[in-house]
Nanobody
Framework: QVHLLESGGGLVQAGGSLRLSCLAS????????MGWFRQAPGKERIFVAA????????YYHYSVEGRFTISRDNAANTVYLQMNDLKPEDTAVYYC??????????????????WGQGTQVTVSS
């Protein structure tokens, strides 16, 4: 059974940093593209960042580019999201997703095969 477990969320002041982790189990991690999405209350889940399964490409939503960095450690079955210069509008539940052998279309929720339960990030002004 596949499990994705996010961690690292919390409360931080604007301008601060957090690092999210997503530990995957039950799948061959290196065969999956990994993505981070977020969902604010009353809004749809939106793309934040992704790493292609080949590891060669990363993608970011324009609102986080230059502030967030996605990385993966295939040996540890973990994908990370380093978030710097956080803003109140970054407040949301952050989810990681796994998409089998994908290099494109990683910004679409519907393309992902598995999801974690999410971790709350709250940025105070």
């Amino acid at each position: 059974q596949v499990h994705l477990l996010e961690s690292g969320g919390g409360l931080v002041q604007a301008g601060g940093s957090l690092r999210l982790s997503c530990l995957a189990s039950g799948l061959t991690f290196s065969n999956y593209a990994m993505g981070w999405f977020r969902q604010a209350p009353g809004k749809e889940r939106i793309f934040v960042a992704a790493s292609s399964w080949s590891g060669g490409n990363t993608y970011y939503h324009y609102s986080v580019e230059g502030r967030f960095t996605i990385s993966r450690d295939n040996a540890a079955n973990t994908v990370y999201l380093q978030m710097n210069d956080l803003k109140p509008e970054d407040t949301a539940v952050y989810y990681c997703g796994a998409d089998y052998k994908a290099d494109y279309g990683l910004n679409y929720v519907s393309n992902y095969d598995y999801w974690g339960q999410g971790t709350q990030v709250t940025v105070s002004s």
